[in-house]
């Protein structure tokens, strides 16, 4: 999701809840601590540049039971950070403590913003040598051979 999506879907709800993989919700005195820019630029293993560019949001949850972050409270801490750091319309990953730092994307329901799985992939398949699918094999053609006790096949 873009940032420009995120701030469209928070204008229309009277509290924010984000939701786990799981289907667990981040604790509701979630705080967020960081809204930032990651500009990345790498190689991949295909030796192609690669820059890439996104918005971060750290949860942060602690035992403070008495505070709520409104939606109008981070509309106002986007602006902000779309003033002061020239933040650009790009997709948000949200950064959560579990076992480490979890990194998602971020969907929405209508109701709760989504923390969905990442992925890792390859990006240059194409000059890697990964297949794009599995040759398939007729078991027709595949030698009969037969296991049987003693044969050594097991």
């Not at 991949?44 to 008495?66: A, H, M, P, T």
Request: with cysteine; aromatic share 8%; net charge negative.
């Amino acid at each position: 999701m873009k940032l420009s999506e995120f701030r469209e879907h928070l204008s229309g709800l009277q509290e924010i809840a984000f939701e786990l993989p799981s289907g667990n919700l981040v604790p509701e005195h979630f705080h967020v601590t960081e809204v930032g820019k990651i500009n990345k630029q790498f190689i991949d293993c295909g030796g192609s540049l690669r820059n890439e560019v996104k918005i971060s949001f750290q949860l942060w949850e602690e035992n403070d039971y008495n505070h709520r972050l409104h939606p109008e409270k981070l509309i106002k801490i986007i602006d902000l950070a779309i003033e002061k750091m020239g933040l650009p319309d790009a997709e948000i990953e949200v950064e959560y403590q579990g076992e480490s730092i979890n990194k998602f994307e971020l969907g929405f329901d209508g109701k709760n913003f989504l923390l969905l799985n990442t992925q890792t992939a390859c990006l240059a398949e194409d000059k890697c040598g990964i297949p794009s699918q599995k040759p398939k094999v007729k078991l027709s053609e595949l030698q009969n051979s037969s296991c049987a006790p003693g044969s050594g096949c097991c």
